[in-house]
């Protein structure tokens, strides 16, 4: 994996976690409008909203860096529209990229040849 690659498999992971809890805190936040006087959904609205257009943006970057299969991309985009998706998004991106870079040592010491 190159470095480009490792950059845009970062920003997306780096993204997905607030978005996920700006999500949950978009939710709580309607509920409570409907249930008392406070109404932070316009707030919150507007920053779920920059974070899912970066989450986007980062995502397509992602997917055509890495080159994934569209099951992959898709797979990422549905987890970015789940509530606690973020989460599950974040953590196989480390996996991901943790398995990357285990690949590159071994191919930089020349135990695989791919």
């Known amino acids: 994996m190159d470095l480009k690659t490792a950059s845009s498999l970062r920003r997306l992971r780096l993204v997905s976690a607030?978005?996920?809890i700006s999500f949950l805190l978009l939710l709580v936040c309607s509920v409570l409008k409907r249930t008392t006087d406070f109404?932070?959904?316009p707030v919150m609205g507007m920053i779920h909203g920059v974070l899912f257009v970066l989450y986007v943006i980062f995502w397509a970057d992602a997917w055509n860096r890495a080159k994934w299969?569209?099951?992959?991309?898709?797979?990422?985009?549905?987890?970015?529209v789940l509530p606690a998706g973020g989460f599950f998004a974040d953590r196989r991106l480390r996996?991901?990229?943790?398995?990357?870079?285990?690949?590159s040592r071994a191919r930089k010491e020349g135990v695989v040849s791919a």
């Open 18 to 20: 607030p978005e996920a």
């Open 95 to 103: 996996r991901e990229a943790e398995d990357a870079v285990i690949a």
């Open 69 to 80: 299969p569209l099951r992959t991309a898709a797979l990422y985009f549905v987890l970015s």
């Open 39 to 41: 109404n932070a959904v």
